[in-house]
């Protein structure tokens, strides 16, 4: 009896084998060219940004002018005795200077995050375009597993 499940174990294996190799043989992997890849943007969230600006910008200062006055030692006209006194003015008008000033400002500007989920890959295989959807960028070329004439990307 023991020689009788040897041979049914060796015969059904042998078929579920011979069906695996059988399978096998149509399916196979291979290389498709690629023939477009556009990324697939989600945007996630939005978030506030805040930064300073600073710039620099000319002011003009006014430094006003003076007046100094003096007065004389008093003068005696000696043929009239009259006593003449004077005062000397001087004025100095005013003046502007020019200097830079730092100005700065806060400024909060909302940034949109975005990243890319997938890819839409056009491939051609043996002259026929099939479109799938990636998670990488596949480049110039594309593993394709092919089982019975059926193509689909081999990841």
């Known amino acids: 009896m023991k020689h009788t499940h040897r ?15 059988a399978r096998y043989a149509d399916s196979y992997f291979d290389y498709a ?38 007065q004389l030692p008093p003068e005696v006209d ?22 830079e000033a730092e100005r700065c400002r806060t400024r909060t500007d909302v940034q949109q995050q975005q990243s890319v989920v997938a890819f839409d890959v056009v491939y051609s295989y043996h002259n026929q375009a099939y479109h799938d959807r990636i998670a990488h960028d596949p480049g110039t070329r594309l593993r394709v597993h092919v089982d019975d004439g059926y193509v689909e990307v081999a990841e």
């Open 7 to 21: 041979i049914a174990v060796a015969i059904l294996g042998a078929l579920v084998t011979g069906s695996a190799f």
């Open 33 to 70: 060219q690629v023939l477009s890849v556009k990324p697939i943007v989600a945007s996630e969230s939005s978030r506030p940004v805040t930064r300073e600006e600073c710039w620099s910008e000319p002011v003009d200062k006014y430094h006003p002018g003076m007046t100094a006055e003096r």
């Open 78 to 99: 000696e043929s009239t005795g009259a006593v003449t006194t004077r005062t000397v003015s001087i004025t100095k008008d005013g003046y502007y200077t020019r200097d």
